[in-house]
Nanobody
Framework: QVQLVESGGGLVQAGGSLRLSCVAS????????MNWWRQAPGKERALVAS????????SYGNSVKGRFTISRDNAKNTMYLVMNSLKPDDTAVYYC??????????WGQGTQVTVSS
């Protein structure tokens, strides 16, 4: 059974930091591109950061470059997102996504991040 379980969300003041984790099970984690997405109220889901299966290639959305860091530990089947200098605009539900192709595309249930001003 495929599972992606996010944790680490919460309420933080602007300028603060959070670390999100995504623990995967039920599939070959080390073979998948892993992504963090987010969805704010009334907005479409947006890609925050991506990391390839080996971790050698990383990309970020423009709004988080220089503030967020994505990483993964294939030995622990876990992906992370360190979020620094948080802004109220970062408030959203953050989703973990594992993708190999259109048929192998898995999602977690999301974790809420709220940044107060």
């Amino acid at each position: 059974q495929v599972q992606l379980v996010e944790s680490g969300g919460g309420l933080v003041q602007a300028g603060g930091s959070l670390r999100l984790s995504c623990v995967a099970s039920g599939f070959a984690f080390s073979s998948y591109v892993m992504n963090w997405w987010r969805q704010a109220p009334g907005k479409e889901r947006a890609l925050v950061a991506s990391i390839t299966s080996t971790g050698r290639s990383i990309s970020y959305g423009n709004s988080v470059k220089g503030r967020f860091t994505i990483s993964r530990d294939n030995a622990k089947n876990t992906m992370y997102l360190v979020m620094n200098s948080l802004k109220p605009d970062d408030t959203a539900v953050y989703y973990c996504n594992a993708r190999q192709n259109s048929e192998r595309d898995f999602w977690g249930q999301g974790t809420q991040v709220t940044v107060s001003s």
